[in-house]
C-alpha cells in the first residue's frame, strides 16, 4: 500500500360498448342509455500490522441524503435501475477486522456492508501461502450471506517490504515466469477453496507500478506480465475455483505507466486502482484528468470490457478534506464499480480515525443506512395489441336487455361517450 498505509396512476382506457351501465337520457322516444364497458388497467497487510487505533467517538446521527456533488460526478439520472458500488473498509488484517464490520454498519445505520477486505503476508513464502487457520475468520464471515464479497491482497513474492534491489527483483520475476513459485500459489487456491471461499476476489501483486513492493513490475515488465499469467493460470487450474483476478496499480504514473504492466485480457477479470488523496495540493479534478488517473482507468476498463474496483482509497496529503471525500463518493456513484474499500486508519480513515471529522461527516452521511442495490419498479411500456384475425365471441349481451341501439354518426357518439340505445319497456315500468 502507499504511503503510511498498512504494510504488507394507472392510466385506465376506457371501451365503449359493452353490457350493463346505464346512464339515462331523457329524450322523445323515452328513455336512453349510454353503454360502457368495464374500465381495465394498461400493461430489478502484514502480521505486525497497523496499529490498532482507538474508534474515534460516534457523530451524532445526520441525515443519508448524499451531499452534492459537482455536475461531473453525480450520478446520471436512470428510471428503470439505480445501483450503488458494494463496499467495505480495511480494518484489520485479522479476526478484529472481521468484528469490526459489525460495528462499522452500526454507525452507519445499519448500511450493507458487504465487502470484506484483508492482505496476506508478504514476509515469506508460508504465509503467502496462506497459513493455517490466518484466513478462518474471514471465510466464516464470507460464507454468512451469499451476497458477501471476500476481497484478498496477495504478493507475488516474499520479503515483498524488503527493499530489494531492481537487479534481484528482475532475476526474482524472471524465476516466477519460469514457474519457479508455482506450488505456492497452487497451496493458495486449494486453501481457499478447502475453506469453502472459491470466489474470492484476489488483488494480485497491487500497486505493480510503483516502487515500494518487491512485486514491482518495473524492473521487467515483459518477465512481471508473464509470471503474473503463470500464477493466474495455477491458480485456476484447481478444481471448484471460481477466482476473480483484480489488476490495481495506484493512481497516476508512479515510476512506469501501469499500463505498461497489464497482463492481458485472459488473465484480468477487474481493473481495480488504490487511489488516495494525494499528493498534497493537488485537486481532485487534477485526480481524474492526470496521466493514468481515475479517467483513464475508466477509459481503459470500458476498452477491455471490465469492472472497475477501488481495492484502496482514502485522505491522506491533504488532511481533513470533506471535498475529496464528497467527490470521491460521487464518483463511485456514477461510475458504479464491482467495490470499493476505504483503508480506515490515520490518517486515511473516518471511522477509526478522529483526526477527520469534515470528512467522516461527509462519508457517514452519505452511506448512512445504504443498501448495495435500490431497484425501483420501472414503468410499463404500452404495447400495441395484435390485430385479431376475428372479432372475439362476446362472453356478455352486446346491448342491456330489451335495449335497441341507434346509430347517431362517430362524431356524436364520441361526443356522447357511447352507443345511445332506446328501451322500448319503459312503458312497462310506468304501468
Same mark, same amino acid.
Given at each position: ?11 385506465r ?7 350493463g ?13 349510454i353503454?360502457?364497458a ?8 502484514s ?8 474508534p ?22 436512470d428510471?428503470?435501475e439505480r ?26 445505520g ?14 515469506r513464502w ?7 487457520? @490466518?484466513?478462518?475468520s474471514?471465510?466464516?464471515?464470507r460464507r454468512?450471506s ?5 476481497v ?8 515483498n ?6 537487479a ?12 519457479d ?7 493458495l487456491a486449494?486453501?481457499l ?7 474470492t476476489?484476489?488483488v ?12 514491482r513490475?518495473?524492473p ?9 499469467k ?9 478444481p471448484?475455483?471460481?477466482?476473480? @483476478?483484480?489488476f490495481?496499480?495506484?493512481?497516476g ?7 505498461d ?9 477487474i481493473v481495480?486502482m ?19 488517473g ?21 485522505l ?12 470521491m ?10 467495490y ?9 480513515g473516518v ?5 477527520n ?15 448495495t ?14 390485430t ?11 346491448h342491456p ?13 364520441r ?10 319497456d319503459?312503458?312497462?315500468?310506468s304501468?
Amino acid at each position: 500500500m502507499a504511503g503510511s498505509r498498512p504494510r504488507w396512476a394507472n392510466r385506465r382506457r376506457i371501451s365503449l360498448i359493452s353490457a350493463g351501465v346505464l346512464i339515462p337520457l331523457v329524450v322523445a322516444s323515452g328513455p336512453v342509455s349510454i353503454e360502457r364497458a368495464d374500465a381495465s388497467p394498461r400493461n430489478v497487510p502484514s502480521p505486525s500490522g497497523p496499529a490498532d487505533p482507538p474508534p474515534s467517538p460516534a457523530a451524532s446521527p445526520t441525515s443519508s441524503r448524499s451531499p452534492s456533488a459537482s455536475a461531473s460526478e453525480s450520478p446520471a439520472a436512470d428510471d428503470t435501475e439505480r445501483t450503488f458500488s458494494a463496499f467495505g473498509a480495511y480494518l484489520d488484517y485479522g479476526p478484529r477486522g472481521v468484528t469490526r464490520m459489525t460495528k462499522l454498519s452500526d454507525w452507519l445505520g445499519g448500511a450493507d456492508v458487504r465487502v470484506g477486505h484483508t492482505y496476506l503476508p508478504g514476509d515469506r513464502w508460508s504465509n503467502i501461502e496462506g497459513a493455517p487457520t @490466518f484466513l478462518d475468520s474471514w471465510a466464516k464471515w464470507r460464507r454468512a450471506s451469499d451476497d458477501r464479497l471476500f476481497v484478498l491482497n496477495v504478493p507475488m513474492l516474499d520479503r515483498n517490504e524488503a527493499r530489494v534491489p531492481d537487479a534481484e527483483v528482475r532475476t526474482l520475476l524472471r524465476r516466477g515466469a519460469a514457474g519457479d513459485f508455482d506450488a505456492h500459489f497452487k497451496v493458495l487456491a486449494e486453501r481457499l477453496v478447502d475453506l469453502k471461499v472459491p470466489d474470492t476476489v484476489v488483488v494480485l501483486g497491487w500497486e505493480m507500478n510503483g516502487i515500494t513492493y518487491t512485486h514491482r513490475c518495473g524492473p521487467d515488465p515483459a518477465a512481471w506480465k508473464k509470471y503474473w499469467k503463470r500464477i493466474v493460470t495455477t491458480m485456476r487450474s484447481v478444481p471448484g475455483q471460481k477466482f476473480r @483476478f483484480d489488476f490495481t496499480p495506484s493512481r497516476g504514473r508512479d515510476a512506469v505507466p501501469w499500463t505498461d504492466c497489464y497482463p492481458g485480457d485472459d488473465v484480468v477479470d477487474i481493473v481495480g486502482m488504490d487511489a488516495y488523496d494525494q499528493p498534497e495540493g493537488r485537486s481532485f479534478d487534477e485526480q481524474v484528468s492526470e496521466p493514468y488517473g481515475l479517467q483513464k482507468q475508466v477509459d481503459f476498463a470500458k476498452e477491455h470490457g471490465k469492472p472497475l474496483s477501488y481495492p484502496e482509497w482514502g485522505l491522506f496529503r491533504n488532511g481533513d478534506n470533506p471535498e475529496y471525500m464528497r467527490r470521491m463518493l460521487a464518483w463511485m456513484d456514477k461510475h458504479k464499480p464491482l467495490y470499493n474499500t476505504l483503508t480506515d486508519y490515520c490518517p486515511h480513515g473516518v471511522w477509526q480515525c478522529d483526526e477527520n471529522p469534515k470528512a467522516s461527516k461527509v462519508y457517514r452521511a452519505t452511506l448512512n443506512g445504504r443498501d448495495t442495490v435500490i431497484v425501483p419498479t420501472p414503468p410499463a411500456t404500452p404495447t400495441k395489441p395484435a390485430t385479431p384475425t376475428k372479432p372475439p365471441k362476446p362472453t356478455a349481451p352486446a346491448h342491456p336487455p330489451k335495449c335497441h341501439p341507434i346509430r347517431l354518426g362517430d362524431w356524436v357518439e364520441r361526443w356522447l361517450g357511447g352507443t345511445v340505445c332506446v328501451r322500448f319497456d319503459w312503458w312497462e315500468r310506468s304501468s
